[in-house]
């Protein structure tokens, strides 16, 4: 069974910065997609920011030029590096990976940007 674990949530003044980590174990195989999705208190989950094979990388537009999604394959391993956040960024950050057709999600990192 595939678990990821978040790590690097708190709490940081608008425009500051904070970088969240997720590491998946449970797998030997080297997990094509991960990426970031966030809930809002009374808002639905949304995508942050993914990474697929190649590269590829998709922004939601909200962080399009604030954040920045890497990671490290031979790790299972995906960052979120957050610069200038706003309090509208506040919000429980969950990890999400794709493997072998299944859907896996971490158990969410907070993160609450104060104005």
């Known amino acids: 069974q595939v678990q990821l674990v978040e790590s690097g949530g708190g709490l940081v003044q608008a425009g500051g910065s904070l970088r969240l980590s997720c590491t998946a174990s449970?797998?030997?195989?080297?997990?094509?997609?991960m990426g970031w999705y966030r809930q809002a208190p009374g808002k639905e989950r949304e995508l942050v920011a993914t990474?697929?094979?190649?590269?590829?990388?998709n922004y939601a537009d909200s962080v399009k030029g604030r954040f920045t999604v890497s990671r490290e394959l031979r790790r299972n391993t995906v960052h979120l590096q957050m610069n200038s956040l706003k309090p509208e960024d506040t919000a429980v950050y969950y990890c999400?990976?794709?493997?072998?057709?299944?859907?896996?999600w971490g158990q969410g990192t907070q993160v609450t940007v104060s104005s």
């Open positions: 999400n990976a794709h493997l072998l057709q299944r859907t896996f």
């Open positions: 990474i697929a094979p190649g590269a590829n990388i």
């Open positions: 449970g797998t030997r195989i080297s997990i094509d997609y």
